[in-house]
């Protein structure tokens, strides 16, 4: 059974703000029927009037259990100016038969003489056990040519993704949601050789990233990062992978030599080697509420202590200099929300972090 297009307002999918949709769906539906449906509506759109052009600039799928959809529709919701150009969310359910679709055709805004107002697609193919198979030739016909494609599969499925990946050129994960943080590491590094990986545990550590960057930059100073003795790594316990991440940053970028870490309860502690020995500990903190880092410590042969903690409304520094000289200060704003760094994920598709896929490289050789 297939309906007619129509004007609306909010989208079936509930996936995006829009002002209007034009919405299309078919019960025992084919890839093709979708990707026709979809130029029709895109046509219609420009039809009623010519200031509605697609969108052109990323394709994301994103393969999703069916029983968590409205946490994902909430997640993609919040990522505001960083949707997709076109969404096609794979909703899967074991039990399900039939080959379902929706499809909207969505604008954020009515355009004025003369001003032109992007399209964003949204498809949602509801499948089965049956159609795992078929992924690729499911999802095939829905991505628009000639744009990079980001695939997101939040609740594992490492078959359909391996599935779906030569339609992707960039891969959305998050490392802290694997069940083993070591397996993370093995399965981020395998990913990586095939397509350019966006791990959201490491966009959660950007602002502690920039933070030390920002501390040793002056020029007086930069001489102190060979001199860094001690790191200490406080973090979520779920989080430590974003530890191992921030430790294999530093030690890609200082040509650190990195041994395996050891055990110790839920502390992780090594060394790595610089001309001298610098001691690592990476430390779980049960109080901290959210994923990520709670906090970190560097100290260097000089004296210099730099300490960064999460607090309210940003992280709160603290810098004691060689003379025992001491200042503490907030820095605003360093937390942007996991709708934020979802929506600084699909963004990175579009560019190329080349520190990730080193420090990444380096938190393996870390591996107990």
Known sequence: MTSCSMIITGGPSDLMPAVSDAVWSEQGTTPDAIEAALRELLAERHAENGG?????????????????????????????????????????DPHRERLDARASVAAEDDPKPGELILLHETVIVEIGERHLDDLLTIADPLVVSDLPTLLWSPHGHPEAVDALLP??????????????????????????????????AWLRSTPWRERIAATFDPPE????LGTITAITVR???????????LIGWLA?????????????????????????DIALCLEAAPEQQVRGLAGLSIETASGIQLRLDRGMGGLR???????????????????????????E??????????TYRPALQAAQTMLP
Do not use: C
Not at 235 to 245: G, I, R
Not at 317 to 343: M, P, Q
Not at 345 to 354: C, N, T
């Open 317 to 343: 520094a603290h810098r004691r200099d060689g003379k025992g000289n001491e200042r503490e200060w907030t820095i605003l704003g360093a937390s942007r929300g996991e709708a934020g760094i979802l929506g």
């Open 235 to 245: 973090h979520h316990p779920d989080s430590t992978m974003a530890a191992m991440l």
């Open 345 to 354: 994920g699909i963004r990175q598709a579009l560019l190329r972090d080349p």
């Open 167 to 200: 339609l992707a050129q960039a891969m959305l994960l998050d490392s802290v949601d694997e069940p083993a943080w070591h397996e993370a590491i093995d399965r981020a590094s395998a990913l990586s050789e095939r397509v350019y990986v966006v791990d959201l």
């Open 252 to 276: 890609s970028r200082l040509g650190w030599h990195l041994d395996p870490l050891i055990h110790h309860g839920e502390t992780l502690s090594g060394k790595a080697n610089a001309g001298h």
């Open 221 to 224: 100073l930069r001489a102190e």
């Open 52 to 92: 509605y052009v697609p969108a052109r600039v990323l394709n994301m799928m994103a393969f999703v259990e069916s029983q968590w959809s409205g946490e994902i529709a909430n997640r993609l919701r919040g990522v505001g100016r960083y949707h997709a150009s076109r969404l096609i969310v794979l909703s899967y």
